[in-house]
């Protein structure tokens, strides 16, 4: 048996890896929308049977398809409940599992058909000790999470702004022979720079032109820069496009000059750059945004052109020693007592649920319960069955103190 995964019976076990293959062979790609319902009732039922009130509800998704959101409830899961979040859609469509050497190989076993099969193993955990799993729990499978789709996004600001604490039960990471935890996530502002300067033939009148494209670039470098390591804030420059009002204007019918000499002699009279900025701290997102715009006014005076930054849509960081600490302290502690250690992310960079709750310094936040693997969007996905056995047992533990 693995560490950490004393007093699981066997044929818990084997129950819930049972349930893993079987999510595992149903085909549930993003927009597949029966298949993503195929796996959503095939858990409703394996929660019904466990005591919890299931049901596979409908939601229209941002081009108004219907698609399916199990939505799992305790018995008290009034106005304030123990909320876990999920995904059933997977990047890709499904490919016959198999097991090798201690792995489970197949489509979504690690992101996340392997965090709802734990949960069901858990709760048969519990109940096999004679333990109770919270009486408000409250599960919420989304169907879009793979595309970062508006369900995901609306479930959990609608669900996580009354949770009394919010466990999100995506894969934690293998690394240097251990596993991870999620305590922060970097919040993200999206911004545009729109420069307009003034075109001039390069040979005949250059010096009264007004270069875009070199008010842009250097822009551009100079907010790359203001990147900090660490923990500190980074500004990434996605996009910039210049050249002649009419190239930049209508580029899917210009890029045929792109490799030409047509057009070269044109000093750039107008401009694009887009990005975003990442942070951790709400604080420090502030601070770049208002260097971004700072700089775009020095710029936009020594360069001789107009120069306009935009904000775009922005999400909030989670902060790593915020409402959410003591629960990550207490699932760390709950590991070591099992004979094994997890250690604590408080910077992930990725966007995921924690990102979309309201106000996440409101919210107790506990991020990457699931079991870890590798591979996650290629054929080659697969979940450590090790870890799989670990953290079926890390959440009853934890289920039973909160």
């Keep these: 048996m693995p560490k950490g995964a004393e007093d699981l019976p066997g044929e818990i076990l084997e129950s819930a890896t049972g349930l893993l293959v ?44 219907p698609q399916p959101v199990l939505i799992a409830c305790g018995p008290k899961a009034g106005d304030h409940y123990l909320l876990l979040v999920g995904h059933m859609d997977t990047v890709l469509d499904a490919a016959p599992p198999r097991i090798e050497g201690g792995r489970l190989i197949a489509t979504g076993a690690l992101d996340m058909k392997g965090g709802l099969a734990m949960f069901v193993g858990a709760l048969d955990l519990l109940a096999h000790r004679g333990q109770q799993a919270p009486a408000d729990l409250m599960l919420v499978a989304v169907p879009d999470e793979e595309v970062g789709g508006a369900i995901a996004e609306r479930a ?34 999206e911004w545009r720079l729109d420069v307009t300067g003034r075109a001039s033939h390069s040979g005949l009148a250059y010096w009264q032109g007004r270069s875009a494209l070199a008010a842009a670039a250097d822009w551009s470098a100079q907010a790359q820069r203001m990147s900090e390591p660490g923990p500190g804030p980074t500004v990434n420059v996605a996009r910039l496009v210049a050249g002649d009002t009419d190239f930049v ?26 990005g975003e900025v990442r942070f951790l701290s709400r604080a420090d997102g502030e601070r770049i945004v208002d260097r971004l715009e700072r700089l775009t006014e020095t710029l936009a005076e020594h360069y001789d052109v107009k120069m306009v930054f935009a904000r ?18 207490r699932v760390v502690g709950l590991a070591a007592a099992r004979g094994w250690q997890l250690e604590v992310e408080e910077d992930r960079g990725g966007i995921s649920f924690p990102n979309y709750v309201p106000d996440p310094s409101k919210v107790p936040i506990v991020d990457g319960l699931g079991p870890v693997g590798d591979g996650m969007h290629t054929r080659e996905e697969y979940l450590d ?12 533990d934890l289920l039973a103190t909160l």
């Design 22 to 65: 079987d999510l595992c062979t149903m085909s549930s790609a993003s927009g597949d929308h029966e298949g993503i319902r195929q796996v959503a009732s095939r858990v409703a039922a394996e929660l019904a049977r466990r005591g919890l009130s299931a049901e596979v509800g409908t939601e229209s998704d941002e081009n108004n398809e």
């Design 156 to 189: 959990v600001r609608r669900w996580a702004a009354d949770a009394r604490a919010l466990l999100v039960i995506e894969p934690g990471e293998a690394r240097n022979g251990g596993e991870t935890l999620v305590a922060g996530r970097r919040g993200l502002a």
């Design 312 to 329: 775009g849509i922005s999400v909030p960081p989670v902060d790593p020693h915020g409402p959410g600490a003591p629960i990550v302290e």
């Design 385 to 396: 069955l090790a870890s799989f056995e670990r953290r079926i047992v890390l959440l009853a």
């Design 249 to 274: 204007n209508g580029l899917a019918a210009h890029f045929a000059l792109l490799g030409t000499s047509r057009r070269r002699n044109v000093i750039s009279e107008r401009a694009l750059a887009e």
